[in-house]
């Protein structure tokens, strides 16, 4: 009778230890999760980060390429392009 | 059954004995640790992995008219030394300084602070990219107490290099405004610092991030200047400025509908980027600071206000006195006599004397009234820093002769801002309208200036002719371009230079176009020029220069001979 007795209560101890067992993995796991996210979030945030710096990196690149002294320098010495004489236009009219 | 005698049982019962005190001293460790000293434990944790760093906000954008960047800010590393031994600090920076730009005052500089034992040196600031990279190898090679760190931060770029640098101004070593729009609207472009809290790992990665407080980044200013004619403006100044051998000179460029700034030059330039070595004088925006007798240009403020006042009418003739006028002691002379002029001849000829005569018609306090109408003596209310209010002196403290010498442009200080906005009067039909340099802000396009009808359209019209006049036939002949009507007035002012005036001028040209229809009122000042000093002989050729460009620029086609007409 107190072996059978005994017995249950192993099981009943089992059972609530498998539980617990349980409910604390998949709190652990879902901490690690959370944990993992974090790193990842980290990662994601540093690499938005430096493509906004290289994006602001390439836009003063660009205007520096497009400074108007330069670009006049280049049209002027090396393609040896001038301004336009105001006789030299000629004012196109269509006939209707 | 095993017997057990008395002796094993003492030696199980000291076993036990050791072994419950055993554990009763690791519960007791457990319990001081978990509950007794729970916050002290926590708060070394925490101070381990917990870090609260502060977020630098990005400074906003200016960008032009068309979207091109003026100026922006991007990353940029600082260097600086962490010193524990004077020694070894020493060999770092002598290895470091052969890597990055420094002058010898600097360098000076960081030897004494190193000497004097201080913990925090900085390097150099805003390292070029080159120059870092350089730097970590360095970083990476060195093996001793005193380390080098870097921190990041923000550099302004101005890529356009000294391109509007008076309108834009500057920012300071920590990214604060220090002059132009940069200061002016600071606290729009500078943004919000913010803090955030981050966990890190054992290996120093972070894992958890939490804002305390989210930073703000500055917002994005658009700007109504409009770059290709900024720079061509600057290009044609700087000639005109360097074959006059001026001290300095300006133009502003505005939309004579709505008063936006397309241009504001004024040399000297500067670089944006060296600020701190530019000195005072040529930091001035001569546009709004400069202040001088505005001559000849003010003419056409006398005459719409004689015209408005109806004291006068354009074929009305006046006694020039052939060009020499007493008054109440003082002696008035016209550079050319004149006997007779009509009202408009007196302003297509400049001549003061007639001027005079038409003011002491008009009468000083309508006169008065009219300069207070067109803004003189207070600021035009442009965006921009260290305007000058000018100087007009009130009604009571004008003498018997004052209204004579105000009539061509004496007894007043001006800026060139208010010389663009009182043309932009006539321009404009009649308007008062505030001269504005800010096109939107974080894409919100800024709402339109007011508009104040200070004129009728009917003077307008009337001043409008007479200054095409001054172009095609009077002292602006040098302006005039076939094809196309330009409106304007010449003047040349002598400067006061120690209380008295000298034999020093400023030089101005002031004009619109298309003159019946006008899109574009420009203000040309130019001070001090040598050899010549008229106003129809240096500012007015160079509005004719600046003026042909902008034709082309702007697809404003002159009318044209027939030989350059084709029809399809």
Known sequence: MKKSKDKSLVRVFMIVMFFVFILL????????????????????????????????????????????????????????YQYPRPDQFVKVFENK | MMKINKKERNRAFILFVVFSIWVLFIVYKLVKIQVFDYTKYISKVKSQCNRIFSLHPKRGTIYDCNGDVLAISIRAESAFLSNKDNKESMEIFSLLSKQVRLTYREKKNIKERINKGRKFIWIKRKLEDREYEKLKKIKNSLNSTSTLGFVDEYKRVYPQKTLA?????????????????????????????????????????????????????????????????????????RRTVEKFRAKKGSVIIIDSKHGSILAMASYPFYDPVRIKHTSQRVLKNVAVSFLYDPGSTF???????????????????FNCYNGTFHIKNRTIHDIHPYERLTFEEIIINSSNIGAARIGLRLGKENYY??????????????????????????????????VVFLSFGYEIAVTPIQMTRAFNVIASGGYLIKPNILKSVDGIVLPQVKKTKIISSS???????IMT???????GKQTKIEGI?????????????????????VSSFGGFFPANNSRITMFIVIDEPKGKFYGGEVAAPLFKTITNRLLIYLNIFPELDKGNEVRI
């Open chain 1, 25 to 80: 993995f998949t709190y652990s796991s879902l901490n690690l999760k959370n944990i993992d996210y974090g790193y990842r979030m980290h990662e994601l945030i540093l690499r938005e980060k430096a493509l906004k710096e290289k994006v602001d990196k390439l836009r003063a690149q660009k205007a520096s390429l497009l400074n108007l002294k330069r670009v006049e320098r280049i049209v002027k010495k090396k393609l040896n």
């Open chain 2, 165 to 237: 640098a008076h309108v834009l101004g500057g920012v300071g070593i920590d990214e604060q405004g220090l002059c132009g729009i940069e200061y002016e609207i600071d606290s729009l472009i500078r943004g919000k610092g913010g803090k955030v809290k981050v966990l890190i790992d054992a290996r120093g990665k972070i894992f958890e991030i939490e804002y305390l407080k989210k930073p703000v980044a500055g917002k994005d200013i658009f700007l109504t200047i409009d770059s290709s004619i900024q720079f061509f403006v600057e290009e044609e100044l």
């Open chain 2, 299 to 317: 003419k056409i403020i006398l005459a719409s206000s004689a015209l408005e006042n109806e004291v006068c009418h354009p074929k009305q003739i």
């Open chain 2, 369 to 402: 009234r009219t300069l207070k109408r067109f803004g003189f003596g207070s600021k035009t209310g442009i965006n921009l820093p260290a305007e000058e209010y000018g100087i007009l002196n009130s009604l009571k403290r004008w003498s018997n002769v004052s």
């Open chain 2, 459 to 465: 003077t307008g019209h009337i001043m409008t002719s």
């Open chain 2, 469 to 475: 006049e001054v172009v095609n036939i009077g002292t």
């Open chain 2, 485 to 505: 009507d330009i409106a304007g007035k010449t003047g040349t002012a002598k400067k006061i230079k120690n209380g008295s005036y000298e034999n020093s001028y």
